[in-house]
């Protein structure tokens, strides 16, 4: 008998439909049967007890919301009936044990990166302009279009051609390729921004710290940085964020600033020349083998559904215990969605300092939230509530899995660089570009990015791996996801055989060998979080 719920945690008092179920169906959970009351669409959670006005709702073992009504057995969880509610955490209680997961078959496994002189490991080679200030995007944009019609294979866009079709009214035959790469080991990426200026000084600082961990980041061989001069981030201040996360940098830095230059010409001239020579010595660099330790992988989700918490986000999570057995890096962001759960991460992190900082920092951020008329609670987006996840505890419970079971080794505020391995917990909003963006300025040189129902994104210089909750995502925006973890929700494999599934992915991606949908996308999102207000 196949049973259509799963209880996910032995103290939960709700299930997950595995099916749509209708009214009056009876579907069984853990040999139990249970009278289904209400028609439930999968993904959404069913009660398994009678709650009363008040009752705690106890999803993945911790408190997920409260009941606002009476709500049957059998009957299906939602925002009419069930609001946030989590836990208060004021301290650490315990110290977290962890028993590490068996990687024989990984440890003498490696990946072929690009070795930087720092000891870091690129997974990528990439050459990237970038500017101090939004003022600079125009110049930027020049630039790539110039770049891109010179040094990119060029095909044919199908979009372009059906167009061309119906401008025309006659069929339009598409052409062969017109050029191939010039360069065949590195990639010219181009970011813009809105910032730099018009904010207040901290979010210009802030932007240098975030900016300058890119140019360290080891998936970057050098960088082409244009500022305007009068701007709140100077050149001096960008120097300055650079020099503190890495003073000993050797990878090129070319920077040039429009008021000190002349005309636009004279200046893109300029780039143009000491940028190609630059670009093109950095392109004799080679991919060697790399131990597996060298891999920092962000851990990211977006477009969570109902089945996130269960197949993609745990398969993540082993992934992460997987890595940090081997002496490498994972990252944990997106604290508005660590919101419930706080108690076992304090619990984990084996410095009390780190503890202390982390319910600062998530204290913190809560009451900028709720002095902007907000609140954590309004996390969960309308396609996230359509989808099973209800309240914002109930989301991030669900989310946190990402992070596995091991030891927290430190906590870092946004724009602060890696320096320990093991699992780190980085402060960044829930907002999915704005936290792969910090998470690949923390020293991330890979990104695992689990998604329920969909989200095209990628980032500039780091791979992004799409792992998609379910089977039906998978077939339906097949050009979006790299991997799926549909097998977990029916019951043909282990989050264990998925996380090795994954593992043995993630370093063909690493290595080069296979190439992201995101990248074959172009999709190479770029937004830094805005913390203050425009001035």
């Given amino acids: 008998m196949k049973e259509k719920l799963i209880k996910v945690n032995a103290l939960d008092n709700v299930a997950v439909a595995l099916v749509d179920l209708e009214a009056g169906a009876t579907a069984f959970c853990q040999g139990t049967a249970v009278e289904i009351i209400s028609d439930t669409t999968s993904k959404h959670k069913v009660a398994l007890t009678p709650f009363h006005v008040g009752d705690k709702v106890i999803m993945y073992g911790v408190l997920v919301g409260k009941a606002t009504a009476f709500i049957s057995t059998g009957e299906v969880l939602t925002t009419r009936n069930v609001k946030h509610e989590s836990e208060k955490v004021f301290g650490k209680t315990e110290t977290l044990g962890w028993n590490a997961p068996n990687v024989e078959r990984w440890k003498d496994k490696t990946f072929l990166g690009y070795h930087r002189p720092d000891g870091q490991v690129g997974t990528e080679n990439v050459w990237l302009f970038f500017p101090l200030v939004f003022c600079e995007n125009r110049n930027i944009e020049i630039l790539k279009e110039i770049f891109d019609k010179e040094l990119l294979e060029h095909k044919n866009n199908p979009h ?3 167009l061309r079709a119906l401008i025309s009214g006659k069929e339009v035959v598409e052409e062969s390729n017109k050029t191939t790469r010039v ?63 890495n003073p000993h940098l050797e990878k090129p830095v070319l920077i040039y600033e429009q008021q000190q230059m002349g005309t636009v010409d004279e200046m893109l001239s300029t780039i143009i020349k000491t940028s190609f020579s630059a670009i093109k010595e950095a392109n004799t660099v080679r991919r060697k083998p790399a131990p597996l330790s060298k891999l920092r992988i962000g851990l990211e989700c977006g477009g969570s559904d109902g089945f996130s918490g269960i ?11 997987m890595l940090v057995a081997l002496n490498g890096t994972a990252i944990l962001a997106e604290f508005p969605e660590l919101c419930g759960v706080e108690q076992e991460l304090v619990n984990r992190c084996v410095h009390e300092e780190d503890a202390e900082r982390f319910l600062k920092l998530m204290k913190d951020f809560e009451n900028s939230v709720i002095n902007a008329g907000s609140g954590f609670d309004m996390n969960p ?23 596995g079971a091991s030891p927290v080794e430190a906590v870092l505020d946004y724009g602060e660089y890696l320096s320990k391995p093991g699992l780190n917990l980085l402060c960044t909003p829930g907002n999915d570009v704005e936290s792969t963006t910090a998470l690949v300025g923390a020293g991330a040189n890979l990104v695992l990015f689990t998604t329920g129902l ?30 799926e973890t549909g097998a977990v929700i029916r019951g043909e494999k282990t989050i264990q055989e998925m996380a090795e599934e994954l593992l043995d992915f993630i370093i063909k991606v690493a290595s080069g060998t296979v190439v992201t949908k995101a990248k074959l996308l172009g999709q190479h999102d770029f937004i830094p979080w805005k913390r203050g207000v425009s001035l």
């Fill in 311 to 321: 197949s993609a986000n745990p398969t993540l999570g082993m992934v992460s215990d």
């Fill in 381 to 403: 987006s309308p396609g996230n509530i359509k989808d099973g996840l209800i309240t914002d505890a109930m989301k991030s419970a669900g989310a946190a899995k990402k992070g």
């Fill in 183 to 245: 360069f065949d080991n590195i990639d010219v990426r181009f970011i813009t921004h809105p910032g730099g200026c018009g904010g207040i000084r901290q979010d210009a600082e802030s932007l240098a710290k975030l900016l300058a961990g890119y140019v360290n980041n080891p998936n970057v061989a050098g960088v082409t940085v244009l500022s305007l001069g009068c701007q709140n981030l100077q050149i001096t201040t960008f120097k300055a964020a650079l020099h503190a996360i």
């Fill in 160 to 162: 372009q051609n059906l």
């Fill in 454 to 483: 969909g989200t095209p994104t990628g980032n500039p210089i780091a791979p992004v791996i799409k792992v998609a909750s379910n089977t039906e995502l998978a077939d339906k925006m097949s050009d979006i996801i790299d991997i």
